[in-house]
């Protein structure tokens, strides 16, 4: 299993970024996504996860923000990101829940930052 997110980098405040995970070694439309987020000195938080049904979660922090997306013809996972703040400054994570396992990806820094 392999995860491999792309699309992180430096935005200023207010703006946009989208990221990618593509996913191989896995049946996506058989899993549930997240990404996943660390900031320096803290703990990896949810932000957000799509089932295989399609069925969404937010961390509260990012509701009316965020919103997270699945191509499972593609085996893609997309996050895209609207008015960035400093706070959402991290590395984000892929992650797949697939049969009994958990699977991450090596992350993207974003860095919200004027």
């Known amino acids: 299993v392999e995860l491999v997110e792309s699309g992180g980098g430096l935005v200023q405040p207010g703006g946009s970024l989208r990221l990618s995970c593509a996913a191989s070694?896995?049946?996506?439309?058989?899993?549930?996504m997240g990404w996943y987020r660390q900031a320096p000195g803290k703990q990896r938080e949810l932000v957000a996860t799509?089932?295989?049904?399609?069925?969404?979660n937010y961390a509260d922090s990012v509701k009316g923000r965020f919103t997270i997306s699945r191509d499972d013809a593609k085996k893609m996972v997309y996050l895209q990101m609207n008015s960035l703040k400093p706070e959402d400054t991290a590395v984000y994570h892929c992650?797949?829940?697939?049969?009994?396992?958990?699977?991450w990806g090596q992350g993207t820094q974003v860095t919200v930052s004027s």
């Open positions: 992650n797949a829940a697939y049969g009994l396992g958990a699977y």
């Open positions: 070694g896995i049946i996506l439309s058989a899993s549930t």
């Open positions: 799509i089932t295989s049904g399609g069925s969404t």
